[in-house]
């Protein structure tokens, strides 16, 4: 019985399974933080979780709308995987996402004849693009010149922002705005032909199913090819790696070229199979609902693998769904789910010290044993 | 057009709100110089702003006395400093990601609370300017220089301050020894941990100081996300600075200035489009951190959590 116990005890104890166990353990104290809170404001946590479920998960539609919501977060969180895997902090989701909608944006309203097989890929593809350009310049910088690549993405995201103000106050505004004088900055709606396709008649579209390829796609890349292994291996330890023959900054600045581009794609994706125009309220949040920063909580929760960034995609994708829910129900603001994700990061990488802990005794137990079998046998002549 | 911004009254209106505009980023960046120099990098600092904004201005709102609301920006400045020297000192976290987390705590927060308490946006008084004696009576300088509010003029006296602590104390070297060097500093029985706990602290203090000052001397208003900003670009302006007092404030006075110019570009109405003039200052930042020859300074222990018998 003992044995069995101890065996069972080391098992969930292992370094994997923590690897599963610490996220789920991070959202239970963060929701207990929020139900604190919630008490503190005089509101039954019971009655507002309730409407969040509710409200993420209750129907057809509630489902439809948190995988809507869940599907630029699993872009955003799938590129987050691969710059994280290779070394590369991307700070900078927001600001792709804005370039890559951008881009798509403005390929629709200029090539407003196009069919539709012709339009949507282009405005996929062009999103993409300005995505991977946009991650690229951090990418360069730090492999050439050293040059942190959290800060320059952060920088990034403020260029985004304003490049973003001047194109819909200025070129891009919808025509009809400056007629009527009322000067909202926003395109017009884009022809029907760019809207991306309805899975069934809820407000889901394909961009869901394309984000879900999108994570399976960079699952293969990462882990069943020689690119995305070496990816890993300077993300790992890029001394080794160098040692080991292999490019440390061409993988470095591929890893931040890609995680840009899915960024934008899923900057392409909201403002085609959502919005149908482009708009901002002169802040990157206004557009972007923090989803390149969101997309990082998905990623980390997600233990930085594309896979297990698509549950964790839906699962913050209903907690925004469902806190606007939650609003409605017991007038608690939305916000607090912002909040709330930011302690769930900060459980998360704070309680990574464990995994660590453990990981350090096992090798060090491991390198014992094989010492002490090293000394049994005797020395080679 | 352009003359218009080349009046007399004009450019002392840019150099006015330039000085004035420079304090949120001086506080900020100041706080963000010494947790880094000592091996800290604490990309939280929006958050902290945010938070510190709304304790002050919550506590000015309700007793009228913007130093009650000043003394809860520096309490949760220091309680969330705290915790962030629990989160990147003792528990080790990954800095880099850990201060996103505190970003959107103090984002969320900071709304939530917002609207819980007032739902809509009000005004206090704050700290008003005050003209200093004897020299506020110089003719043209006296009114750009020597007419601020209290938390401006503490800002700029924070530069020499924070010069000397770093310079010419022991704790400024430990603050150093602590971020080039932790295991040789260890050896010689400085204790990383407890700099690095004081450091973090205080730059939690001087972040929400820093929201402060925006929500009771200088706006004199809350709103969701009223930093905007501010506080990533904090960050980069240690950076920018070299991590050195003298080139955070260089790096905030430019910035400030740029911010003066386009809102004085807007209130004349003329023709450019403010936001490439608002895009202007990144672009800089990003020029400036790949200057080749600036960036051997970055502390070596920096993002690096110490740990005893490694290095």
Same mark, same amino acid.
């Given at each position: 019985?003992?044995?069995?116990?101890? #065996?069972?005890?080391? #098992?969930?104890?292992? =370094?994997?399974?923590? %690897?599963?166990?610490?996220?789920?353990?991070?959202?239970?104290?963060?929701?207990?933080?929020?139900?604190?809170?919630?008490?503190? !404001?005089?509101?039954? =946590?019971?009655?507002?979780? %309730?409407?969040?479920?509710?409200?993420?998960?209750?129907?057809?539609?509630?489902?439809?709308?948190?995988?809507?919501?869940?599907?630029?977060?699993?872009?955003?969180?799938?590129?987050? @995987?691969?710059?994280?895997?290779?070394?590369?902090?991307?700070?900078?989701?927001?600001?792709?996402?804005?370039?890559?909608?951008?881009?798509a944006?403005?390929a629709i309203l200029y090539l407003p004849d196009l069919p539709s097989w012709a339009l949507i890929p282009l405005g996929l593809g062009l999103?993409?693009?300005?995505?991977?350009?946009?991650?690229?310049?951090?990418?360069?910088?730090?492999?050439?010149?050293?040059?942190?690549?959290?800060?320059?993405?952060?920088?990034?995201?403020?260029?985004?922002? +304003?490049?973003?103000?001047?194109?819909?106050?200025?070129?891009?505004?919808?025509?009809?705005?400056?007629?009527?004088?009322?000067?909202?900055? +926003?395109?017009?709606r884009f022809t029907i032909a760019a809207d991306l396709p309805r899975?069934? =008649?809820?407000?889901?579209?394909a961009?869901? !199913? !394309?984000?879900?390829?999108?994570?399976?796609?960079?699952?293969?890349?990462?882990? #069943?090819?020689?690119?995305?292994? #070496?990816?890993?291996?300077?993300?790992?330890?890029?001394? %080794?790696?160098?040692?080991?023959?292999?490019?440390?900054?061409?993988?470095?600045?591929?890893?931040?070229?890609?995680?840009?581009?899915? @960024?934008? !794609?899923?900057?392409a994706?909201?403002?085609m199979?959502?919005?149908h125009?482009?708009?901002?309220?002169?802040?990157?949040?206004?557009?972007?609902?923090?989803?390149?920063?969101?997309?990082?909580?998905?990623?980390?929760?997600? /233990?930085?693998?594309?896979?297990?960034?698509?549950?964790?995609?839906?699962?913050?994708?209903?907690?925004?769904?469902?806190?606007? %829910?939650?609003?409605?129900?017991? +007038?608690?603001?939305?916000?607090?789910?912002?909040?709330?994700?930011?302690?769930?990061?900060?459980?998360?990488?704070?309680?990574?010290?464990?995994?660590?802990?453990?990981? /350090?005794?096992?090798?060090?137990?491991?390198?014992?044993?094989?010492?002490?079998?090293?000394?049994?046998? =005797?020395?080679?002549? | 057009?352009?003359?218009?911004?080349?009046?007399?009254?004009?450019?002392?209106?840019?150099?006015?709100?330039?000085?004035?505009?420079?304090?949120?980023?001086?506080?900020?960046?100041?706080?963000?110089?010494?947790?880094?120099?000592?091996?800290?990098?604490?990309?939280?600092?929006?958050?902290?702003?945010?938070?510190?904004?709304?304790?002050?201005?919550?506590?000015?709102?309700?007793?009228?006395?913007?130093?009650?609301?000043?003394?809860?920006?520096?309490?949760?400045?220091?309680?969330?400093?705290?915790?962030? *020297?629990?989160?990147?000192?003792?528990?080790? *976290?990954?800095?880099?990601?850990?201060?996103?987390?505190?970003?959107?705590?103090?984002?969320?927060?900071?709304?939530?609370?917002?609207?819980?308490? &007032?739902?809509?946006?009000?005004?206090?008084?704050?700290?008003?300017?005050?003209?200093?004696?004897?020299?506020?009576?110089?003719?043209?300088?006296?009114?750009?220089? &020597?007419?601020?509010?209290?938390?401006?003029?503490?800002?700029?006296?924070?530069?020499?301050?924070?010069?000397?602590?770093?310079?010419?104390?022991?704790?400024?070297?430990?603050?150093?020894?602590?971020?080039?060097?932790?295991?040789?500093?260890?050896?010689?029985?400085?204790?990383?941990?407890?700099?690095?706990?004081?450091?973090?602290?205080?730059?939690?203090?001087?972040?929400?100081?820093?929201?402060?000052?925006?929500?009771?001397?200088?706006?004199?208003?809350?709103?969701?996300?009223?930093?905007?900003?501010?506080?990533?670009?904090?960050?980069?302006?240690?950076? &920018?600075?070299?991590?050195?007092?003298?080139?955070?404030?260089?790096?905030?006075?430019?910035?400030?200035?740029?911010? *003066?110019?386009?809102?004085?570009?807007?209130?004349?109405?003329?023709?450019?489009?403010?936001?490439?003039?608002?895009?202007?200052?990144?672009?800089?930042?990003?020029?400036?951190?790949?200057?080749? &020859?600036?960036? *051997?300074?970055?502390?070596?222990?920096?993002?690096?959590?110490?740990?005893?018998?490694?290095?």
């Amino acid at each position: 019985m003992a044995g069995i116990r101890v #065996r069972m005890k080391s #098992r969930l104890l292992s =370094p994997s399974s923590l %690897a599963v166990l610490t996220p789920l353990a991070a959202v239970v104290a963060a929701l207990l933080v929020g139900a604190l809170l919630l008490i503190l !404001l005089r509101v039954s =946590p019971a009655e507002a979780y %309730a409407a969040m479920f509710e409200g993420a998960f209750g129907s057809t539609n509630s489902i439809a709308d948190t995988l809507v919501k869940a599907t630029p977060l699993l872009l955003v969180a799938v590129g987050i @995987c691969i710059s994280f895997r290779g070394g590369m902090l991307n700070i900078g989701g927001e600001g792709q996402l804005i370039l890559g909608a951008l881009a798509a944006t403005a390929a629709i309203l200029y090539l407003p004849d196009l069919p539709s097989w012709a339009l949507i890929p282009l405005g996929l593809g062009l999103g993409f693009l300005a995505g991977a350009l946009w991650g690229a310049v951090p990418g360069l910088l730090k492999a050439r010149l050293q040059v942190n690549e959290i800060l320059t993405t952060i920088m990034m995201n403020a260029i985004a922002v +304003q490049a973003l103000n001047f194109l819909l106050r200025g070129p891009m505004m919808d025509p009809e705005q400056a007629l009527g004088g009322s000067f909202i900055p +926003q395109t017009a709606r884009f022809t029907i032909a760019a809207d991306l396709p309805r899975l069934i =008649p809820t407000r889901l579209h394909a961009g869901f !199913l !394309l984000a879900i390829i999108v994570a399976i796609l960079a699952w293969v890349l990462l882990w #069943r090819t020689t690119i995305g292994f #070496r990816i890993r291996a300077v993300g790992l330890n890029p001394f %080794a790696s160098r040692r080991a023959g292999i490019r440390v900054n061409r993988y470095g600045v591929m890893a931040m070229v890609l995680s840009g581009a899915l @960024c934008g !794609l899923a900057g392409a994706v909201t403002v085609m199979g959502v919005n149908h125009r482009m708009f901002t309220d002169g802040s990157a949040a206004g557009f972007t609902g923090s989803a390149g920063f969101n997309g990082i909580v998905a990623a980390l929760f997600g /233990q930085l693998h594309p896979l297990g960034a698509i549950p964790a995609s839906i699962f913050f994708g209903g907690l925004i769904v469902g806190a606007n %829910a939650m609003q409605r129900a017991v +007038q608690i603001p939305s916000s607090m789910i912002t909040a709330l994700n930011g302690l769930l990061v900060i459980f998360v990488v704070s309680s990574d010290i464990w995994r660590r802990r453990m990981v /350090q005794r096992q090798q060090k137990a491991e390198a014992a044993r094989a010492l002490a079998l090293a000394g049994a046998e =005797p020395a080679p002549p | 057009m352009i003359q218009d911004l080349l009046t007399p009254a004009v450019l002392a209106g840019i150099v006015y709100s330039g000085i004035r505009l420079a304090t949120p980023y001086l506080y900020a960046t100041l706080g963000e110089t010494i947790g880094q120099l000592s091996g800290v990098l604490n990309l939280g600092v929006e958050g902290i702003m945010l938070m510190g904004a709304y304790a002050g201005f919550y506590l000015t709102f309700r007793t009228g006395n913007p130093w009650i609301g000043l003394l809860a920006a520096i309490v949760v400045g220091a309680l969330l400093g705290l915790a962030n *020297a629990v989160i990147t000192v003792t528990l080790k *976290a990954e800095q880099g990601i850990s201060g996103i987390g505190v970003f959107l705590f103090g984002l969320g927060m900071s709304e939530l609370l917002f609207r819980m308490t &007032f739902g809509s946006v009000e005004t206090v008084s704050g700290f008003g300017p005050v003209r200093l004696p004897v020299l506020g009576d110089i003719p043209v300088l006296g009114d750009l220089l &020597f007419n601020h509010s209290l938390m401006v003029y503490f800002a700029y006296l924070l530069v020499p301050l924070v010069w000397v602590l770093l310079n010419r104390t022991t704790w400024g070297l430990r603050i150093k020894a602590a971020g080039q060097n932790p295991a040789a500093a260890d050896a010689l029985g400085v204790s990383i941990n407890r700099v690095r706990y004081a450091t973090v602290t205080l730059g939690g203090v001087l972040s929400s100081v820093a929201g402060a000052s925006l929500s009771i001397a200088l706006l004199n208003v809350f709103q969701q996300n009223l930093t905007s900003g501010m506080g990533f670009i904090a960050v980069a302006l240690v950076y &920018f600075g070299g991590w050195s007092p003298l080139g955070a404030l260089a790096g905030s006075l430019l910035f400030s200035t740029v911010n *003066a110019l386009q809102s004085w570009i807007q209130v004349l109405g003329i023709p450019i489009a403010p936001d490439f003039a608002l895009m202007l200052p990144y672009v800089l930042t990003i020029v400036m951190l790949a200057v080749p &020859f600036r960036k *051997a300074r970055q502390p070596a222990a920096l993002t690096k959590p110490f740990e005893r018998g490694e290095g």
